[in-house]
């Protein structure tokens, strides 16, 4: 597609349930990365892929998150047993590669509410 | 750890006016990006700075960053209702532009009164 594609837009559960964010980034873009924007405050890397090479996790707050990636496509960002302070907004970007000076483009979000 | 600091946390100007947002770090840019958000969407980029006294300007939007490279501005002249928004500036922590985690600042929310 022509933009980096989120799913869902929103996502409303209960405490204790697993949730699961879809990321489907721009085309020919090698790196991906995830970041949280939490109401009021600034985005918090997560984690991000880089084509084969094993993945930055060094953002994830626990061990409930954890995130994965097939290839140079689609992500999904796993998120177990939820808890309140789970709630935020989640971004994924992506960009052509990482050290290549070229900006990363976000997606639209996903909104998680937890109940 | 590096932090970004933003100035200020919000804007009201009125359409026409020119204004200025600040970003601050308390370390060494050795990239800085300058992003737009609105509420309910992700960020648009917007500019990037990578070299001490470099200036870039789109359409009406003005982004430099300092000698230094500690500073960065970003300056709208003759604002219209449709530069509302929040601009979120970002860096590089690492030299070389790892373009891996970035760190952002809160954003500045700015609203332009028609």
């Known amino acids: 597609g022509a933009g980096v594609s989120q799913s869902p837009s929103n996502k409303v559960t209960e405490k204790g349930k697993d949730v699961e964010l879809r990321c489907d980034p721009i085309?020919?873009?090698?790196?991906l990365y995830w970041y949280r924007q939490r109401l009021g405050q600034g985005l918090e890397f997560l984690i991000y892929f880089q084509g084969n090479s094993a993945p930055d996790k060094s953002g994830l707050p626990s061990d409930r998150f954890s995130a994965e990636r097939t290839g140079e496509s689609v992500s999904t960002l796993t998120i177990q047993r939820t808890q309140q302070e789970d709630s935020a907004v989640y971004l994924c970007a992506s960009s052509y590669r990482v050290y290549s000076n070229q900006p990363q483009h976000f997606g639209d979000g996903t909104r998680l509410s937890i109940l | 750890s590096q932090e970004l600091e933003q100035s200020p946390q919000s804007l009201i100007v009125q359409e026409g006016k020119n204004l200025t947002i600040n970003c601050t770090s308390s370390k060494t840019l050795y990239g800085l990006y300058w992003y737009k958000q609105k509420y309910g969407e992700g960020l648009i980029f917007l500019m990037m700075l990578q070299k001490g006294g470099e200036e870039k300007s789109h359409e009406k939007i003005t982004a430099k960053l300092d000698e230094k490279k500690q500073q960065s501005s970003l300056h709208i002249t003759a604002s219209q209702p449709s530069h509302a928004g929040i601009y979120l500036c970002g860096a590089d922590p690492y030299y070389g532009g790892s373009q891996g985690n970035l760190i952002f600042g809160k954003g500045t929310k700015l609203s332009v009164k028609p």
């Open positions: 085309s020919g873009h090698t790196a």
